[in-house]
């Protein structure tokens, strides 16, 4: 307690509640090449359907990306996903006067507003590729509608004998879908302003999302012209802000863009999108010409060229920094297909061995598995390419691809199985503990598969059993099973299974957490025992669950010497025991003869 100075009573609280924390270890991360969603961006994913509806549905160019993906969710439901691009890809967009824009790579939110001052085009798809020219965006105010009204009332059968115009039917679509006129808001009433308003309607055009051509998919009603706009419920009315924030499928560009769409209001005492809170008093309107509309269908998205080793690996990098990012089970995906499967494979072993709280999943390649019919030269081939990769404990890597059907294109396909082998780790994290083996029987079945690319035979196991390759195996009765729980560790030692280096991975990360409750505290007695209190019973609780067979905690004056005390560090030393998985049973079965007592053979 501090010093007083005169009489009184000083009232203060110490926590000795402290423990420590339970940490995750169920969450998987992967790269891929979709052809829709935010790109160069960690989006978590919780099921199969999500995973569609953020990237969409797998197509003949990325369905060994998706796959992988989708088969982890059927383990387990947390998946950070990073979308790939290569650098010549582009968003869809629109000019004002319904033409094709120019283009830009926009990856994702970040990326758009950091070039949103240099965006001239009217409306861009929400994210790269060629799919974003599904897309239609058509924007009117109350001057269009007025006028699209009267024609409306002038010319009802000019609308429905099918000769009507792209301009009719488009402003048949706003009349059919908005409950009124677009006018002027009570902010901008307030500012003695008039015109602010628009209605802003998204249309599938092609029918790439919803199957049905000209379908609508969003429409944004009242929205308005003024960047200082307010709903009545506070929140920013303005239409870019609306677009940005509210829309799936598009952004609004650049202000200059509203601005060019009027040339025949030539008043220069008139606003253009801008603030309600300037001196001039009326919006222009958004015609163009004799045009109620602004916008139209977008085009000239491009997915870009075959996307690179090297942005793979920049999208990895994603999940390299253990202070953003939480992820444990970190997958190769499809890239087991690409030229730079050896290459992505040691790239994501790397980011789990920098983050030290992670395993990386890799599969060999395709070539070596897919195709091939001699037994001997696949074995062979996936040797090769595990002695490519590396040794690490924090790799695994398993032995083929995946034959399964492909549903949403009713096709069958071969996939890579590293989302399955770490959706094995995931569902044992559920019905187990991390220090659990995922292979066998209990927990190493395989889900969603007709077959694997090539059986091999027990001389093929053994073979790539002793090269620290976990076999994939088909068994009468009980389908497809991993039958192997090894890491990639060469060197004999308990960090060469998957259980032991999992269970270390979950006592090292929760006790570096716990411990960071001792810096800045003294390095005495105290605080040494109050370590060895707060990391004990975690242990005793760990031993209880079969995760280790015993353990010691040393923290004391052996190991925290006065050099060590004197240089401001701290020491604990925590020997474990931990527990082993079985790989091998031997069964002795001894024929005797009738007369002889079973007390009498051996015991």
């Not at 209605?199 to 379908?215: C, L, P, R, Y």
């Not at 187990?432 to 066998?440: I, K, L, Y």
């Amino acid at each position: 307690m501090p010093f007083q100075i005169s009489p009184g009573i000083n009232i203060t609280e110490k926590d000795l509640t402290t423990v420590v924390p339970n940490v995750a270890t169920t969450i998987g991360g992967i790269v891929g090449v979709f052809n829709w969603g935010p790109a160069l961006e960690r989006t978590r994913i919780t099921s199969e359907n999500e995973l569609v509806e953020v990237y969409g549905e797998p197509d003949a160019d990325n369905f060994e990306y998706f796959w992988p993906a989708a088969n982890y969710l059927a383990y387990g439901n947390n998946l950070l996903v990073v979308r790939a691009v290569e650098g010549t890809a582009r968003n869809s967009s629109v000019v004002p006067a319904g033409t094709a824009g120019t283009g830009h790579l926009l990856e994702n939110t970040d990326a758009y507003e950091t070039k949103l001052g240099s965006l001239v085009d009217l409306f861009y798809a929400k994210y790269p590729g060629a799919r974003g020219d599904s897309l239609e965006v058509l924007a009117i105010d109350g001057a269009g509608w007025a006028i699209a009204a009267s024609r409306k009332a002038a010319s009802v059968t000019a609308r429905t004998d099918g000769n009507a115009t792209t301009l009719q039917l488009q402003e048949l679509k706003f009349l059919e879908n908005f409950n009124g006129a677009p006018g002027t808001s009570a902010d901008a009433l307030n500012s003695g302003g008039s015109n602010d308003e628009m209605h802003v309607m998204v249309i599938d055009k092609q029918g790439s999302f919803t199957n049905v051509a000209g379908e609508v998919l969003e429409i944004h009603g009242y929205v308005s012209k003024a960047v200082d706009a307010r709903r009545v419920d506070g929140s920013n009315n303005y239409v870019l802000n609306v677009l940005n924030n509210e829309s799936r499928y598009v952004y609004a560009g650049a202000v200059a863009a509203f601005t060019a769409a009027n040339t025949e209001d030539t008043d220069a005492s008139t606003s253009t999108v801008g603030s309600l809170k300037s001196s001039v008093a009326t919006f222009r309107n958004l015609t163009i010409a004799a045009s109620t509309i602004i916008g139209g269908h977008l085009q000239s998205g491009n997915d870009g060229a075959t996307v690179t080793g090297d942005e793979l690996g920049a999208s990895y990098d994603l999940f390299d920094n253990a202070d953003i990012v939480d992820v444990t089970l970190l997958m190769a995906g499809g890239s087991s297909g690409h030229s730079s499967a050896i290459s992505t494979a040691q790239k994501i072993i790397n980011i789990a061995e920098a983050r030290k709280d992670c395993v990386a999943f890799v599969s060999p390649r395709k070539a070596s598995v897919v195709g091939q019919t001699s037994n001997t030269s696949i074995t062979t081939d996936i040797i090769s390419d595990k002695t490519a990769i590396g040794a690490s404990n924090y790799g695994i890597m398993d032995s083929a691809w995946k034959y399964q059907y492909d549903r949403y294109r009713d096709v069958f396909v071969n996939v890579p199985m590293n989302g399955d082998m770490a959706g094995l780790c995931a569902r044992t994290d559920f019905t187990d503990d991390p220090w659990f083996s995922p292979a066998g029987y209990t927990r190493g079945s395989v889900k969603n598969i007709v077959k694997t690319t090539w059986e091999p035979r027990t001389a093929d196991r053994d073979e790539l059993y002793r090269n620290s390759v976990n076999p994939l195996v088909t068994q009468l009765g009980a389908g497809v099973i991993l039958f192997g729980d090894k890491t990639m560790q060469v060197a004999p030692s308990a960090f060469d299974r998957i259980n032991v280096r999992r269970l270390f991975i979950v006592l090292e990360k929760a006790i570096s957490i716990a411990a960071r409750q001792m810096l800045f505290e003294f390095n005495d007695p105290f605080t040494r025992a109050q370590f060895v209190n707060l990391i004990a019973p975690y242990l005793r609780e760990i031993k209880g669950r079969r995760g280790i067979t015993d353990f010691k905690v040393v923290c004391d004056s052996t190991n925290n010497t006065g050099q060590v005390v004197d240089t401001n560090n701290f020491v604990g030393d925590i020997f474990i025991k931990p527990t082993r998985s079985i790989n091998f049973i031997q069964l002795n079965f001894v024929a005797t003869r009738s007369d002889v007592s079973f007390s009498e053979v051996g015991a």
